[in-house]
């Protein structure tokens, strides 16, 4: 995926892993953020740093949003209606780059 500051992401997801391992790597020049679990770890050529948290954060996020929900009360979700819409917005087009073989501008 090319972002519109020129940057390149790659993105993958899947369901296969039998420890249902969740996470995210973030790199940029200089650094990696690693999100794994209840941990993050942010490197660079000097230094490692790791935080852990003991709260379950995804169960967290997905108990605000049903919360949310309940009250019909937005604020409690951390994300905006609309950068939802623009999250599917980057996954529909992926999906049709993925079955035309094109790039999709949105």
């Known amino acids: 995926m090319r972002l519109h500051s020129g940057a390149i992401a790659n993105l993958t997801s899947t369901f296969t892993q039998p420890d249902h ?5 973030l790199l940029g020049r200089g650094f990696r953020i690693e999100v794994s679990g209840r941990t993050l770890t942010y490197v ?5 740093k790791t935080i852990s948290s003991d709260e379950d954060f995804y ?3 997905d108990q605000a949003f049903i919360e949310a929900v309940r009250q019909g009360d937005q604020t409690l979700v951390k994300a905006s209606y609309q950068e939802g819409v623009d999250t599917l917005a980057v996954t529909l087009a992926a999906n049709q ?3 035309t073989g094109k790039m ?3």
């Open 21 to 25: 391992r969740m996470g995210i790597e």
């Open 44 to 48: 660079t050529a000097d230094d490692t």
């Open 59 to 61: 169960k967290a996020q």
């Open 104 to 106: 999709i501008l949105i």
């Open 97 to 99: 780059s993925f079955q």
